[in-house]
């Protein structure tokens, strides 16, 4: 989430074994700030696999990390791959809760 709870891909699920993709061109910072006050409204694209070719190297931004690139970005979903840690005393929502609570916003 960004800015009072804003979701850059809303039907985003961390359990769906699907990776959700914004993908926004490089852009003055008036016109970045711009694009974000759409993004929950803006398309995007869900898959397990893909490859993104941006015809130069450059750099991408993936989950707040620069990396470089060669112009081809190869991105794959690991279902499952990294542990979620909560305190014990965590009760979490039921789906149809989770899903009330993602609606609400």
Same mark, same amino acid.
């Given at each position: 989430?960004?800015?009072?709870?804003?979701?850059? &891909? %809303?039907?985003?699920?961390?359990? @769906? =074994?699907?990776?959700?993709?914004?993908?926004?061109?490089?852009?003055? #910072?008036?016109?970045?700030?711009?694009?974000?006050?759409?993004?929950?409204?803006?398309?995007?694209?869900?898959?397990?696999?893909?490859?993104?070719?941006?015809? &130069? %190297?450059?750099?991408?931004?993936? @989950? =707040?990390?620069?990396?470089?690139?060669?112009?081809?970005?190869?991105? #794959?979903?690991?279902?499952?791959?990294?542990?979620?840690?909560?305190?014990?005393?965590?009760?979490?929502?039921?789906?149809?809760?989770?899903?009330?609570?993602?609606?609400?916003?």
């Amino acid at each position: 989430t960004w800015g009072k709870g804003r979701r850059a &891909a %809303p039907p985003a699920r961390m359990d @769906d =074994g699907l990776m959700d993709l914004v993908y926004i061109t490089e852009a003055p #910072r008036g016109t970045v700030l711009a694009i974000f006050n759409q993004l929950p409204t803006m398309r995007h694209v869900q898959c397990s696999a893909c490859e993104l070719d941006v015809g &130069a %190297p450059g750099v991408i931004i993936v @989950d =707040g990390e620069i990396l470089k690139h060669d112009g081809k970005i190869g991105l #794959r979903c690991l279902p499952k791959a990294f542990a979620l840690f909560a305190p014990p005393t965590y009760d979490a929502p039921s789906v149809k809760q989770a899903k009330k609570l993602r609606n609400s916003k």
